[in-house]
């Protein structure tokens, strides 16, 4: 028995244009790709090989399920034409599917179903799939034949699968709502249940003060602040962070997403910078750029910005050169006697660099001159003339298990000579993770020349 996926992207713009270019099959219900939920109910009908056909491209779904081995299935993939029918796609993939039974997922809907119930009643099962036959779902004996075939738009009751719409934010919302809620056990969800209603991932840290009410999901490598309050019915995605203070009740809050401090969000879904109503799929205007998502974004600076940081670095290498030269032969003095140096991380595969641990001595009267004037950063202001670092990027973090831990949490780790962290004034808190989430997302050419500014002048007044 194989199955027959055809995810037509084009009946599902709402979407695209809601969560900004989403795949909608990888729309997450409860911290679960919509597709995953089909491919496991494959794998419960000892279904084991899927093809995954789509009118648009798979690469969001070929990266994230690539050949299905992690399910215990084998998932191959084919493009179809937008204007492609049902029909036309069995049609051109009739070599997959003539010689089994073949199962045929279509449109953009929720299945719901029971899990341990369809395990028990497989051969039920089947027989109560060859009589739907809708546009949505097809059950086709091997040797069917294809001039035969009549699919009935209008949907048959089912014993074991309910179709639940998705044509909207609302649609989206309520059904996360209702599976927190009410369905948890029908499926396979990610996270440990320690408890009734309650999926927490891996590393998860929260502290004494912070309250988790049932039902909640929370994802891996998430951390909560002090006097926080998440749930019930919250739906919390991997690598999120939230402030101190702030409450979370009956809403989703997507991936790698930052949560300021002292915020109420309820019947919300945040994704990539953006709020969105779940009750009426309204986007609500932000007015406290502080609450920020998204950071899986691979470029950190536009080509022009790069370039200008490049620049601005070659300007400071030439003013520095002669005072930095002046300075030299007393940091090699005090690094050959104490060997005191410090290990930085420049890039997310940990590729180290070593130099002069400056505040080891950092009263001494000589090292405040060096830092008074920036003299600290000239050997790094080389690596970004070559490409290697930023001259205002992420803050470099220095080689202890903090900060590998850190970087893995990071969708994007790109270190530079000077850093929001560092533009900070002292006591504004030791969050790097909360720093970090925050620069990644509110970063732009003027922030970053604010930034490099801001800590010139800081240094020279120290």
């Given at each position: 028995?194989?199955?027959?996926?055809?995810?037509?992207?084009?009946?599902?713009?709402?979407?695209?244009?809601?969560?900004?270019?989403?795949?909608?099959?990888?729309?997450?219900?409860?911290?679960?790709?919509?597709?995953?939920?089909?491919?496991?109910?494959?794998?419960?009908?000892?279904?084991?090989?899927?093809?995954?056909?789509?009118?648009?491209?798979?690469?969001?779904?070929?990266?994230?399920?690539?050949?299905?081995?992690?399910?215990?299935?084998?998932?191959?993939?084919?493009?179809?034409?937008?204007?492609?029918?049902?029909?036309?796609v069995i049609l051109k993939n009739y070599s997959f599917c003539k010689d089994n039974d073949i199962l045929i997922f279509s449109g953009f809907f929720f299945l719901e179903y029971v899990i341990k119930q369809i395990s028990?009643?497989?051969?039920?099962?089947?027989?109560?799939?060859?009589?739907?036959?809708?546009?949505?779902?097809?059950?086709?004996?091997?040797?069917?034949?294809?001039?035969?075939?009549?699919?009935?738009?209008?949907?048959?009751?089912?014993?074991?699968?309910?179709?639940?719409?998705?044509?909207?934010?609302?649609?989206?919302?309520?059904?996360?709502?209702?599976?927190?809620?009410?369905?948890?056990?029908?499926?396979?969800?990610?996270?440990?249940?320690?408890?009734?209603?309650?999926?927490?991932?891996?590393?998860?840290?929260?502290?004494?003060?912070?309250?988790?009410?049932?039902?909640?999901?929370?994802?891996?490598?998430?951390?909560?602040?002090?006097?926080?309050?998440?749930?019930?019915?919250?739906?919390?995605?991997?690598?999120?962070?939230?402030?101190?203070?702030?409450?979370?009740?009956?809403?989703?809050?997507?991936?790698?997403?930052?949560?300021?401090?002292?915020?109420?969000?309820?019947?919300?879904?945040?994704?990539?910078?953006?709020?969105?109503?779940?009750?009426?799929?309204?986007?609500?205007?932000?007015?406290?750029?502080?609450?920020?998502?998204?950071?899986?974004?691979?470029?950190?600076?536009?080509?022009?910005?790069?370039?200008?940081?490049?620049?601005?670095?070659?300007?400071?290498?030439?003013?520095?050169?002669?005072?930095?030269?002046?300075?030299?032969?007393?940091?090699?003095?005090?690094?050959?006697?104490?060997?005191?140096?410090?290990?930085?991380?420049?890039?997310?595969?940990?590729?180290?660099?070593?130099?002069?641990?400056?505040?080891?001595?950092?009263?001494?009267?000589?090292?405040?001159?060096?830092?008074?004037?920036?003299?600290?950063?000239?050997?790094?202001?080389?690596?970004?003339?070559?490409?290697?670092?930023?001259?205002?990027?992420?803050?470099?973090?220095?080689?202890?298990?903090?900060?590998?831990?850190?970087?893995?949490?990071?969708?994007?780790?790109?270190?530079?000579?000077?850093?929001?962290?560092?533009?900070?004034?002292?006591?504004?808190?030791?969050?790097?993770?909360?720093?970090?989430?925050?620069?990644?997302?509110?970063?732009?050419f003027f922030k970053n020349l604010y930034i490099y500014i801001k800590i010139t002048v800081m240094r020279l007044f120290w």
């Open positions: 028995m194989k199955c027959l996926i055809y995810a037509n992207i084009e009946d599902e713009n709402w979407v695209v244009n809601k969560l900004s270019n989403l795949n909608p099959y990888l729309l997450r219900i409860v911290n679960k790709p919509l597709l995953e939920y089909w491919i496991d109910l494959c794998s419960v009908l000892n279904i084991n090989d899927i093809r995954i056909v789509s009118n648009s491209s798979t690469e969001q779904i070929n990266k994230y399920f690539s050949d299905g081995k992690k399910w215990g299935v084998e998932i191959s993939y084919n493009i179809a034409k937008p204007e492609d029918n049902i029909k036309k028990e009643s497989i051969d039920d099962v089947k027989a109560d799939l060859s009589k739907l036959n809708s546009a949505n779902i097809t059950y086709l004996r091997k040797g069917f034949s294809l001039k035969n075939l009549s699919l009935e738009e209008e949907r048959k009751e089912s014993k074991f699968f309910n179709i639940v719409d998705l044509h909207s934010i609302p649609d989206y919302y309520n059904l996360s709502m209702k599976i927190i809620e009410h369905d948890c056990i029908n499926y396979v969800l990610p996270g440990y249940s320690s408890e009734e209603r309650a999926y927490v991932g891996m590393n998860v840290t929260y502290p004494l003060s912070a309250k988790i009410k049932t039902p909640v999901m929370i994802g891996n490598n998430v951390r909560l602040g002090e006097m926080t309050s998440i749930g019930g019915k919250a739906v919390i995605g991997d690598g999120v962070i939230v402030d101190s203070l702030t409450n979370i009740e009956s809403s989703i809050i997507y991936s790698n997403s930052f949560i300021s401090k002292d915020l109420e969000i309820k019947n919300k879904i945040v994704y990539q910078n953006t709020l969105i109503s779940g009750l009426s799929g309204e986007i609500v205007d932000m007015t406290d750029d502080f609450l920020i998502s998204g950071t899986s974004k691979d470029k950190i600076v536009s080509r022009f910005e790069h370039l200008a940081q490049i620049l601005i670095a070659l300007i400071q290498i030439i003013i520095q050169t002669i005072p930095f030269l002046l300075v030299l032969p007393f940091i090699i003095f005090v690094h050959n006697k104490k060997h005191l140096v410090n290990r930085f991380y420049i890039n997310k595969s940990k590729k180290l660099i070593k130099f002069f641990d400056f505040e080891v001595q950092r009263k001494h009267p000589i090292i405040k001159f060096i830092k008074k004037f920036s003299l600290d950063k000239y050997p790094f202001l080389f690596l970004v003339v070559a490409g290697k670092l930023l001259l205002v990027g992420n803050k470099m973090l220095t080689q202890n298990r903090k900060h590998v831990q850190l970087i893995n949490a990071m969708s994007v780790y790109k270190p530079g000579v000077y850093s929001y962290w560092e533009s900070l004034n002292p006591g504004f808190g030791n969050d790097e993770e909360i720093h970090e989430l925050y620069y990644l997302n509110n970063h732009n």
